[in-house]
């Protein structure tokens, strides 16, 4: 269902990507951005748009869907190829089958039936409310954060904040709307972000460079 907490954070998160990518060729370097991070998104992605030529949502959803998988795999490709001697590896040190490995156990339990698309999807929710944790990670081993890194993950933690409402509009509009499972890890990944918009606005308001303590 469309509203405008959903349309709106749709095209936040549009904005948080074409920010990377604008970053990445201005700059021709990706320092600062988490390859790992980068790398879980486009499984969350390709994970669960793989019914994207089976399943049809409408122009709007198979658009984005398709701009969403091409952004994630030209952004690993950028930062694997073009310009990977940019890549700061050293403190981009989170591995990244920390999160894999439990999103998959997890999945395989909650997942509402045992299809393989089904599991799929619920895999690729669950991965997604923790993908940005090796980006936070980096940014607290790097000091002072550059303003476009920040504006990126602030973006993404706004495009999740407006999903959340739009699934509050959604609990009150759709008569059999229950979505526990969006719910459950949408707060987890708010929260993360959560910490990370304390932080920013409190060096927003004290005309300080933005850092994460360590």
């Not at 349309?7 to 201005?26: N, P, Y």
């Not at 991965?127 to 607290?140: D, G, H, N, T």
């Not at 890890?185 to 990370?196: A, V």
Request: glycine share 4%; charged share 15%; aromatic share 20%.
């Amino acid at each position: 269902m469309y509203n405008i907490f959903r349309v709106s954070g749709d095209f936040l998160h549009l904005i948080s990507i074409f920010i990377i990518l604008t970053k990445i060729i201005r700059q021709r370097s990706c320092y600062g951005i988490s390859l790992r991070t980068q790398e879980l998104y486009s499984i969350v992605f390709i994970t669960r748009y793989l019914d994207l030529f089976t399943n049809w949502t409408g122009l709007y959803n198979t658009l984005f869907k398709i701009f969403y998988l091409a952004s994630s795999i030209y952004i690993v490709y950028l930062m694997r190829k073009p310009y990977k001697l940019t890549y700061d590896h050293r403190r981009d040190v989170f591995r990244s089958i920390f999160l894999i490995i439990p999103s998959v156990v997890l999945a395989l339990i909650f997942t509402a039936n045992y299809h393989p698309m089904e599991i799929l999807w619920t895999f690729s929710i669950i991965l997604e409310s923790v993908a940005i944790f090796p980006q936070i990670i980096l940014l607290q081993q790097s000091g002072e954060i550059e303003n476009v890194t920040a504006n990126y993950v602030v973006c993404l933690g706004g495009y999740r904040a407006l999903y959340i409402l739009n699934w509050v509009y959604r609990l009150f509009a759709e008569k059999h709307y229950r979505a526990w499972l969006v719910w459950v890890f949408g707060l987890i990944q708010t929260g993360i972000y959560s910490d990370f918009a304390y932080y920013f606005v409190k060096a927003y308001l004290e005309g300080k460079k933005l850092s994460l303590p360590k």
